[in-house]
């Protein structure tokens, strides 16, 4: 059984920063990758950024030089400080747990994040 529970998100102006954080706990195995993704409205969810138990990381092309993803693995946390925001950057984002194969894919319950123009 793992949970995750997400902070942050809310409402902030073009060209503003906000952070979130997402928390995992249970049954918590390495390697894994933590990651975010975002769902906008009458789209399909997609990859934000993520980074594995060793540190690698990846992004979306979209956020690439504007967000950042950092983990701290003692606390089985994540980080996205998210800078320059964008009103496209408006989405449902949701933390992700990847153990796979070793055990599942956990989903936090998502938090909104809108940026206005």
């Known amino acids: 059984q793992v949970q995750l529970v997400e902070s942050g998100g809310g409402l902030v102006q073009a060209g503003g920063s906000l952070g979130l954080s997402c928390a995992a706990s249970?049954?918590?195995?390495?390697?894994?990758?933590m990651g975010w993704y975002r769902q906008a409205p009458g789209k399909q969810r997609e990859l934000v950024a993520r980074?594995?138990?060793?540190?690698?990381?990846n992004y979306a092309d979209s956020v690439k030089g504007r967000f950042t993803i950092s983990g701290d693995n003692a606390k089985s946390t994540v980080y996205l400080q998210m800078n320059s925001l964008k009103p496209a950057d408006t989405a449902v984002y949701y933390c992700?747990?990847?153990?796979?194969?070793?055990?599942?894919?956990?989903w936090g319950q998502g938090t909104q994040v809108t940026v206005s123009s």
């Open positions: 992700n747990l990847d153990q796979t194969p070793r055990s599942g894919s956990y």
């Open positions: 249970g049954s918590i195995f390495r390697p894994n990758f």
């Open positions: 980074i594995s138990s060793g540190g690698g990381t």
